[in-house]
């Protein structure tokens, strides 16, 4: 069974920096994708990062592209976020995914996900 778990959140001041983590496991950590959602408050969750293994391909929206890092250390099976010039924006609960398939193809959605890890909140105040 895969599960994953999110870490790392709490509250930060605009600018600052945080690394979120997402620890898996029954998870093959050598051929995989992993990716980052986010669920702000009255809005619906949205991908905002993903990496696969294949490749070492990295994706990002538009709001996050040249702020936040996504990474992995496969010996530790676990995924980081790092997020940095963080902005009010940014606050929301963080989550981990992964899909079935190794790829992060459409990774926006959240229906391409098979696994979801529990939230961490980021809150980021001005």
């Known amino acids: 069974e895969v599960q994953l778990q999110a870490s790392g959140g709490g509250l930060v001041q605009a600018g600052g920096s945080l690394r979120l983590s997402c620890a898996a496991s029954?998870?093959?950590?050598?051929?995989?994708?992993i990716a980052w959602f986010r669920e702000a408050p009255g809005k619906e969750r949205e991908g905002i990062s993903c990496?696969?293994?294949?490749?070492?391909?990295?994706y990002y929206a538009d709001s996050v592209k040249g702020r936040f890092t996504i990474s992995t250390d496969d010996a530790k099976n676990t995924a980081y976020l790092q997020m940095n010039s963080l902005k009010p924006e940014d606050t929301a609960v963080y989550y981990c995914?992964?899909?079935?398939?190794?790829?992060?193809?459409?990774?926006?959605?959240?229906?391409?996900?098979?696994?979801w890890g529990k939230g961490t909140q980021v809150t980021v105040s001005s």
């Open positions: 995914a992964a899909p079935y398939y190794s790829t992060c193809g459409n990774y926006h959605s959240i229906v391409r996900m098979d696994y």
């Open positions: 990496f696969q293994s294949s490749d070492g391909s990295t």
């Open positions: 029954g998870f093959i950590f050598d051929d995989y994708a």
